[in-house]
C-alpha cells in the first residue's frame, strides 16, 4: 500500500486558492465515497463531493442522460452494483458459486434468456467464466450495450509491482462482441467518458485543461483522447529514464514533474 505523497494536500489547497477547479477522476468504484472523503482530509485537502468522478458514477450519468430504461445484467462488486440499484435501475447479477465442471450445464445455466439491455462490466473479485458467458450471450442482442467501467490492464500495487488488471477481462469481453458492436468506455481511457467530463464541468475549451496522473494507459491516454493537456507526476513509479524511453505518441506526456506537491512550489515562484 502506498504512502500519501507529501504535499499533495497543500498543493490542491493552492491550486483552489488560484482560481483552479480540481476534480478528482478515479477509476475505483469498489470503496464508497466516504472512503474518497477520508482519504482527501488524510492529506490535508478539502473533498468536494461535486468534483469526484469514478466510473459507476459516470456510467450512471450516462444512463441518465441516455434515458436508459431495461434490464441491467452487471459484473461487479456489491458496492458498485448497490449504487446502480440505489439509483433506481433493475440489475441482474450471477451465476455465484461453484458451476459444475459440464459445458452442457455451464451453457443451460449461463442462457437464461433474461430480456437484458444494458450490460455493465465492472471489476468483480468473483469473476468467471459463467459470468463471462452470460454477458456474451446477453450481448449478442443487438439493441444490448455494453458498458465498461474498469480498464486498468496492469495496475501498479506499488513502484516495482503491478497485477493483471480488471481490463484485461473486460478487453476479452469486448473481443467477444458481434462484429461492428463497440462498447460505451466510462473509465479512463475513453471518448465517453471524455464527453462525460466536458458536458459535467463546462469544459469549452480542453486546451484549458490539464489532466494529471502517474500512468501511461489510464491518465496520459485520457488526457490525449479528451484534447487536454497532459502531465505525468513520476510519485507513482514511473521513473524519468522509463518517460523518457516511451514512443508511444498517444502515451507521451506535454510536461512531468516529480509529484503534485511542485504545483506549489510553481504557484509561489510566479505570485508577486
Not at 120 to 135: A, G, T
Request: charged share 25%; glycine share 8%.
Amino acid at each position: 500500500m502506498q504512502s500519501p505523497i507529501p504535499g499533495t494536500g497543500p498543493a490542491i489547497n493552492d491550486l483552489e486558492a488560484n482560481g483552479k477547479r480540481v476534480v478528482l477522476v478515479s477509476n475505483s468504484s469498489m470503496r464508497p465515497d466516504s472512503s474518497y472523503e477520508e482519504k482527501m482530509k488524510n492529506i490535508g485537502a478539502t473533498f468536494r463531493n461535486e468534483n469526484l468522478v469514478h466510473p459507476v458514477r459516470s456510467i450512471l450519468r450516462y444512463l441518465k442522460k441516455t434515458k436508459f430504461s431495461g434490464l441491467i445484467y452487471m459484473v461487479g462488486t456489491t458496492i458498485t452494483k448497490n449504487y446502480v440499484r440505489d439509483a433506481g435501475y433493475e440489475v441482474l447479477d450471477g451465476p455465484n458459486g461453484r458451476v459444475e465442471e459440464n459445458f452442457v450445464k455451464l451453457v443451460l445455466e449461463a442462457n437464461d434468456k433474461q430480456p437484458v439491455k444494458c450490460v455493465i462490466y465492472e471489476i468483480d473479485m468473483n469473476f468467471s467464466y459463467s459470468k463471462f458467458l452470460r454477458s456474451e450471450l446477453y450481448l449478442r442482442d443487438p439493441d444490448c450495450q455494453l458498458l465498461i467501467g474498469a480498464t486498468d490492464k496492469f495496475p501498479a500495487i506499488s513502484g516495482d509491482l503491478s497485477f493483471a488488471g480488471p481490463g484485461i477481462l473486460g478487453q476479452a469481453l469486448i473481443d467477444s462482441l458481434p462484429e461492428g458492436k463497440k462498447p460505451v468506455i466510462l473509465g479512463k481511457p475513453g471518448f465517453e467518458l471524455a464527453e462525460l467530463l466536458n458536458e459535467q464541468f463546462e469544459v469549452k475549451n480542453p486546451k484549458r485543461v490539464l489532466f494529471v496522473g502517474d500512468s501511461f494507459e489510464t491518465d496520459i491516454r485520457m488526457g490525449k483522447m479528451g484534447g487536454y493537456q497532459s502531465l505525468l507526476v513520476l510519485s507513482g513509479g514511473i521513473t524519468r529514464e522509463t518517460m523518457l524511453a516511451n514512443k508511444d505518441p498517444e502515451a507521451i506526456p506535454d510536461y512531468y514533474a516529480d509529484s503534485l506537491a511542485d504545483f506549489s512550489t510553481l504557484l509561489r515562484s510566479i505570485q508577486p
